[in-house]
C-alpha cells in the first residue's frame, strides 16, 4: 500500500466508511478533533456477493465472479453517495482484512461510477488502515494512507469462487445420493468434519490395554516420598497384563528392596518459565472456550469490545483488530505496557504468521478494571480480561522455580527411581496467569531441601497400580480450532463460522464443550471423502489457503496468473474427477 497524506483542502470535507455503525459516533468525535468536517457512514458488511440462485461465475471469462447487490444494500449504498460533494476526501476505512478489502473494493467502484456520472471534481479516494478505535489509531491510519490491495481483493475473489464452484458442484450430489435438502458441502466444513469424524472412528476402534506401574515408598528425613519406575528412555515403565512373568519379576525384586538403602543423587537447578506471547484470533476462541464461549460467541463479543463502548460521555475503543495471526505488538502497544507496568520486558516469541499487517489482540487504554466492571457485561468483561491478562502477562518477566530431580541409578535391568519437583520463588508474569501454573505438574509436589549430592535412601515400601490405557480424546472447541490452525484448515476469521455451519446441518453435536458427530455427520464425511477426496480433505484445503495467501503477496499481474490458475485447475478435478491435484505436484 503506497502512503499518503488524507487531502487537505480549504473546507477539510471528509466522507469516512467503515463497515459497522457502532464506530461511527467514535471515529466521528476523532476525526472533528484533526478540524475535519467529516460524515462517517458505514457499509453493514459486504454491499455485494455473488448470486443465491446460479452459479455467479464466467467461466469462459477466466472465472470472471459476477457480483450483485445484496438485498437492501442498495439503499445502503445510494445514502453513502449522496453524500458526496465536490472537493471531499473520502476514505474506506473497512476492516483490515481480505474481507474489508473486498468490500472496500465494491464500493470505491460504486464512488468512482458515481462521481464520473455526476462530474464531481476534486474527489481523493484512500484505503485507511485502522487497527484500533483510538485517537493514535486513527491518527495513524490518516498518515499512512493508501490504496486498495488488489491482490488481496484477487485472494479474497479466488476463495469465494472456489468455494462456490465446490459447492454448486457438489451440493446436489449429495442431496441427490441422501435425498435430503439443506445438506452442504465445502472444503473447510467437510475437512473440519473429517478431523472430528476420523476421531470418532479412532475412538470406536480402540482397545484399551491393562497395564500396570510402580510407584516406590522412599524414606528421606522422615518422610515418605513416592518415586515413579522409570525405563532407560526415560518414560514409567510399564508392565501389560499378558506379561506376567515380567510383572512377578518386577514385584519379587521391589519387595527384595524392601529395607534396603539405595543410591540416590539430588540434583537443583534455578530455571524459569517463559510468559505466554499475546493472543491471536484462534488462541482468543481456545481459550475463551475454556471458559464456555463458541467461538462465533467470542468473536462477537470480540466485535463489540473492538467498536467500543460509552464511559463517562466518552467512547472507548477498548481492543485492536480481533482478526489476527500475529503475536507482534506495535511500539504504540509496547508504550502502552510500559505504562501500566512500569518496567517491562521484551520477550521474543514464535510468530509463524505470513499476515504480519495486524498486530497481536491487546487493549489500547489503561483504563481500570473496577471502571469497567460497571460498563461492560459478565461475557464482555471476562473476554476483555482474558486479552488484558495476556497481553501485560507478555511483557511482564519469567516465573523462577527451583527444579528438583532425585535418582537412583540402574536398579533392576536398566530401570530406575525418578522424582522430581519445583517450587515457585519469583511469580512474574504469574500474577496476570496464576492458573498457567496447573501446566506443569511437578509444582503439585513436595520440593524437598536437600543440596546437591549423593545420597543414602531407604526403600520402605512400593505399590503396583493397574490401570487401562485412556480412550482418545474427542475435539473440544478449543482443542478442534487448535487442529485446525495446525493443520492449515481455513483461517481465523472462519473457525467460527465452519463450527457454526457444521452445527447447522446437524453433522455434529456439542455436549459439555465436546464435540461429537452425528450419525448423519459420518455418512457425510464418509460419502464426500469417497467421491471427491482431492478437494476436500485436510491436505488440499490447506494447501489452497497457502495458494491464497500466495496470490495475496503476488503483485496484480501475478496475482491474476495465480488466480487462473488455480481455478481452472480446480474446475478440472469438479469436471472430470480425476485424481490428483497437478498443482500441488509441480508447485
Not at 107 to 132: C, G, Q, V, W
Not at 273 to 302: D, H, R, V, Y
Not at 573 to 587: C, H, M, T
Request: net charge positive; proline share 3%.
Amino acid at each position: 500500500m503506497k502512503s499518503k497524506k488524507a487531502n487537505s483542502n480549504n473546507n477539510n470535507l471528509m466522507l469516512f466508511i467503515v463497515e459497522s455503525p457502532t464506530k461511527s459516533k467514535t471515529i466521528s468525535n476523532i476525526l472533528n478533533s484533526f478540524n475535519y468536517k467529516a460524515s462517517v457512514v458505514a457499509t453493514l458488511g459486504h454491499i455485494k456477493d455473488l448470486p443465491v440462485n446460479n452459479l455467479g461465475v464466467n467461466i469462459k471469462d477466466g472465472f470472471k465472479p459476477i457480483f450483485l447487490f445484496l438485498p437492501y444494500k442498495k439503499k445502503i449504498v445510494n445514502n453513502i453517495l449522496n453524500k458526496i460533494e465536490d472537493k471531499m476526501s473520502i476514505v474506506i476505512a473497512t476492516d483490515p482484512d481480505r474481507e474489508g478489502e473486498a468490500i472496500a473494493f465494491h464500493i470505491a467502484n460504486e464512488i468512482k461510477n458515481y462521481i464520473k456520472l455526476k462530474n464531481l471534481k476534486d474527489i481523493h479516494i484512500s484505503r485507511a488502515f485502522i487497527n484500533e478505535i483510538t485517537y493514535n489509531g486513527i491518527k495513524k491510519g490518516l498518515e499512512n494512507l493508501g490504496d486498495i490491495n488488489v491482490s488481496m481483493v484477487i485472494s479474497q475473489f479466488a476463495r469465494r469462487v472456489s468455494d462456490r464452484l465446490i459447492g454448486y458442484k457438489i451440493s446436489p450430489v449429495l442431496w441427490q445420493a441422501f435425498k435430503l435438502k439443506g445438506l452442504s458441502a465445502g472444503r473447510v466444513q467437510t475437512a473440519t468434519l473429517k478431523l472430528i469424524v476420523d476421531k470418532e472412528k479412532e475412538i470406536l476402534s480402540f482397545k484399551p490395554r491393562t497395564f500396570y506401574t510402580f510407584k516406590v515408598v522412599v524414606d528421606i528425613n522422615n518422610k515418605k516420598v513416592e518415586f515413579n519406575l522409570m525405563n532407560k528412555e526415560k518414560e514409567i515403565f510399564k508392565v501389560f497384563e499378558n506379561e506376567k512373568e515380567k510383572l512377578d519379576f518386577i514385584e519379587l525384586k521391589l519387595r527384595e528392596l524392601i529395607s534396603k538403602e539405595v543410591v540416590f543423587e539430588v540434583l537443583n537447578e534455578d530455571r524459569y518459565i517463559k510468559p505466554l506471547p499475546p493472543l491471536k484470533t484462534s488462541t482468543l476462541q481456545q481459550e475463551a472456550a475454556k471458559l464456555g464461549f463458541s467461538a462465533s460467541k467470542t468473536m462477537s463479543i470480540a466485535q463489540r469490545l473492538f467498536e467500543g463502548i460509552k464511559i463517562k460521555d466518552k467512547h472507548f475503543g477498548l481492543i485492536t483488530y480481533h482478526r489476527t495471526d500475529s503475536v507482534r505488538v506495535s511500539k504504540e502497544g509496547i508504550e502502552l505496557a510500559k505504562s501500566i507496568l512500569g518496567d517491562i520486558k521484551i520477550h521474543r516469541f514464535s510468530d509463524k504468521s505470513m499476515f504480519d499487517a495486524h498486530e497481536a489482540i491487546r487493549i489500547t487504554y489503561n483504563l481500570d478494571l473496577n471502571l469497567l466492571r460497571n460498563y461492560l457485561n459478565q461475557e464482555e468483561f471476562k473476554i476483555y480480561l482474558l486479552i488484558y491478562n495476556r497481553f501485560l502477562a507478555a511483557f511482564d518477566y519469567e516465573a523462577k522455580y527451583y527444579y528438583q530431580v532425585i535418582k537412583s541409578n540402574n536398579l533392576i535391568d536398566d530401570l530406575y527411581l525418578f522424582y522430581e519437583s519445583g517450587k515457585i520463588y519469583f511469580n512474574g508474569f504469574l500474577r496476570f496467569l496464576p492458573d498457567y501454573i496447573n501446566n506443569f505438574p511437578i509444582f503439585n509436589k513436595d520440593y524437598i531441601d536437600l543440596k546437591d549430592g549423593v545420597y543414602n535412601f531407604k526403600i520402605i515400601d512400593f505399590k503396583v497400580l493397574k490401570q487401562k490405557e485412556s480412550y482418545p480424546s474427542r475435539y473440544s472447541i478449543s482443542s478442534i480450532i487448535k487442529k485446525m490452525e495446525e493443520t492449515g484448515i481455513g483461517r481465523p476469521s472462519t473457525y467460527a463460522n465452519t463450527i457454526n455451519t457444521l452445527l447447522k446441518r446437524n453433522y455434529i453435536q456439542i455436549k459439555k464443550n465436546t464435540i461429537y458427530p452425528t450419525e448423519l455427520g459420518i455418512k457425510v464425511c464418509d460419502f464426500l471423502i469417497s467421491k471427491y477426496k482431492e478437494l476436500l480433505d485436510i491436505d488440499f484445503t490447506a494447501f489452497l489457503e497457502s495458494k491464497l495467501d500466495d496470490i495475496e503477496k503476488s503483485n496484480k499481474d501475478i496475482a491474476n496468473k495465480l488466480y487462473l490458475n488455480l481455478l481452472t485447475e480446480i474446475y478440472n478435478i469438479l469436471l472430470s474427477e480425476k485424481k490428483g491435484f497437478l498443482l500441488k505436484k509441480n508447485n
